[in-house]
């Protein structure tokens, strides 16, 4: 019987861990609460562990989601009447800037009046101005 709990979960974490490739966001509290549910029963503190886990993977996806609108709103400064979702001008942000997602050291400040890349590399930075 404990086997098969044991192989459960098991399968469990393993479907939980190949979801994760096909989505650019991170885990929420599932994910992370099922982590740390694992490794809070390795030190005999199952419920401890998922809820830290737990209010880690909220953290997490919280801190994602913000810097994704904070791109997109950039990205529609640069792009004006672009459509899409924030999730998408953030994206697209990223790959125009070679900035990586999850990371707000590529991404200036909104009205920070930092250059953008195309500005670094010698090329004028044209304000409202379509790049095909």
């Known amino acids: 019987m404990h086997r098969m709990i044991t192989l459960g979960l098991a399968g469990v974490m393993a479907a939980t861990v190949g979801a994760t490739v096909v989505q650019a966001e991170p885990g929420g509290c599932l994910k ?3 982590a740390g549910a694992v490794g809070g029963h ?3 503190h199952t419920m ?3 809820t830290a886990g737990c209010v880690t993977g909220m953290y ?3 801190e994602y ?29 990223d790959v125009e800037h070679s900035t990586t997602p999850g990371s707000a050291a590529g991404a200036p400040p909104a009205g920070s009046g930092a ?4 500005a670094q590399h ?7 101005a379509e790049h095909l």
Request: aromatic share 8%; net charge positive; no cysteine.
């Open 42 to 44: 390795l030190a005999n």
């Open 32 to 34: 992370y609460g099922a």
């Open 122 to 128: 010698g090329q004028p930075a044209t304000q409202g």
């Open 65 to 93: 989601r913000k810097e994704a609108r904070i791109k997109a709103k950039l990205y529609d400064q640069e792009h004006p009447g672009a459509k899409g979702t924030y999730e998408q001008k953030a994206t697209a942000y």
């Open 48 to 50: 401890l562990g998922a």
């Open 115 to 118: 250059p953008t890349a195309q």
């Open 60 to 62: 997490r996806r919280h």
